[in-house]
């Protein structure tokens, strides 16, 4: 394990999603940054990877990963940064191996590749009574497995579902030496992970105040948290890059996707939000103190998923007059096809953008009328050939339904998708523990 020593950590916020834009990387490693640290996983990004690996074992992790690892090269092989990512996802082995593989065929040399394997739950199927049908499962691991890669020395940290926050708490421990038990520095290491997890969102990105003044979204600034070895850090970004990093920026993050601000639960610590202090020091630059923590939760947080059928979809569009009428008129007709072709539809969803499809009503009075409706219907059936049968009548609308129809873009082209259920377990720590292990390469 690193020694506390006499200086400032500082890690990059990489990356929010799979699928999350990278304009904002090279500024973050250009300002120098210790530890670029990307999280790709949503309980939504596992089930995409599920897909994935279904129709290809060596799948089911992001492949954006190998943009993330190139990016990052030049520091990389300076020594500069080290770089950590839950891009694994439900595949973390292959994952690995391709970072491996990718290295090697550009002749890269000298850099060490940790793979966190061990949060896949089907090994333990029978001790926890998972669904024969499921198609993952995955416990959210902690910072532990992270910091054992970085003391051996691995420059690329491959995991699979760690929690995000997690990621961000590894480095700090690895090089501050805190200990396992020092709930207020891993809580304040906690909270700097929440903060950065979602990149840009820090920064200004998503924010619901007044986001006009943060700049025209064209030069995207990703976070960097300037941490002490007290757990006092300072939340910035580089130089001439967009956004804005204030009190409320940081605040509204801090509060994002928390149930509980006094007890957010974490596999290392439980953390209090609520006791946070933030401090605007001006120049995008806010000081985070205060960070108090509990005992980690006895469980881990399981996550298992199972198939939950097919669905179909389809979106059209009404000018006005009558925009909103003739919609749910279209509308109407497919949901009375279906019944009449006797189409076994399990749940319908439909809904009319300009109207209230934004979770309440968007037309200012009743009286008056959207100048244009969207209406979108979504349909779920228990196998593809039934999701698929009512695309077929979406053709006379064109000549024989409401006037000025538009289909709006190119939708699935009939093809169903296939739906996955996901539920949330606890998991026994020490059953999950005693599986997870950490593998080297060498390149």
Not at 104 to 121: E, I, N
Not at 171 to 185: I, K, N
Not at 402 to 426: I, T
Request: hydrophobic share 45%.
């Amino acid at each position: 394990m690193g020694q506390t020593r006499s200086m400032t950590v500082r890690i990059g916020g990489g990356q929010g999603f799979y699928g999350d834009g990278k304009a904002g990387l090279r500024p973050l490693l250009d300002a120098g940054v210790d530890f670029l640290v990307c999280e790709a996983l949503a309980e939504l990004t596992l089930a995409i990877l599920a897909k994935d690996r279904s129709r290809d074992e060596s799948l089911g992790w992001t492949r954006d990963l190998p943009l993330y690892v190139a990016t990052a090269l030049p520091e990389l092989l300076d020594g500069r940064t080290r770089f950590i990512t839950n891009a694994g996802g439900i595949n973390p082995v292959a994952a690995g191996r391709a970072v491996v593989d990718a290295l090697r065929a550009h002749g890269v040399t000298g850099l060490k590749v940790a793979t966190v394997v061990g949060d896949d739950l089907r090994p333990h199927a029978d001790s926890l009574d998972l669904p024969a049908d499921a198609v993952f499962a995955a416990a959210y691991l902690g910072a532990r497995p992270v910091v054992e890669a970085l003391d051996a020395g691995a420059d690329i940290v491959v995991t699979g579902r760690v929690a995000d926050a997690s990621l961000f708490l590894a480095p700090l421990v690895h090089t501050y030496g805190w200990a396992w038990d020092d709930w207020p520095l891993l809580a304040a290491g906690v909270t700097v992970g929440h903060l950065l997890e979602c990149s840009a969102q820090v920064t200004g990105g998503n924010y619901s105040g007044d986001w006009w003044a943060h700049g025209d979204f064209t030069e995207p600034g990703f976070p960097i948290a300037e941490v002490e070895a007290d757990g006092t850090a300072v939340i910035t970004k580089p130089a001439g890059t967009g956004g804005v990093v204030s009190f409320d920026t940081v605040r509204e993050q801090l509060m994002y996707e928390v149930h509980d601000p006094r007890a957010y639960l974490n596999p290392d610590v439980t953390a209090d939000f609520a006791a946070v202090q933030l401090e605007d020091l001006g120049g995008d630059r806010v000081r985070v103190t205060g960070a108090a923590g509990a005992p980690a939760p006895s469980t881990y947080k399981g996550l298992v998923c199972t198939p939950a059928g097919f669905s179909g979809e389809t979106k059209v569009a009404y000018p006005w007059p009558d925009a909103e009428a003739k919609a749910r008129a279209a509308v109407r007709y497919l949901r009375h096809r279906a019944e009449q072709l006797g189409v076994p539809v399990l749940e319908w969803h439909e809904e009319y953008f300009g109207v209230d499809a934004f979770g309440g009503p968007t037309v200012p009075e009743p009286a008056d009328e959207p100048p244009e409706v969207l209406a979108r219907l979504v349909w779920r059936c228990g196998t593809a050939e039934d999701a698929g049968t009512l695309h077929r009548e979406i053709g006379m609308l064109g000549l024989g339904g409401p006037p000025m129809v538009s289909p709006f873009g190119r939708g699935r082209d009939g093809r169903p998708s296939q739906l996955l259920s996901l539920d949330a377990l606890a998991v026994d720590r020490t059953m999950v523990d005693a599986s997870v292990r950490v593998v080297v390469d060498e390149v």
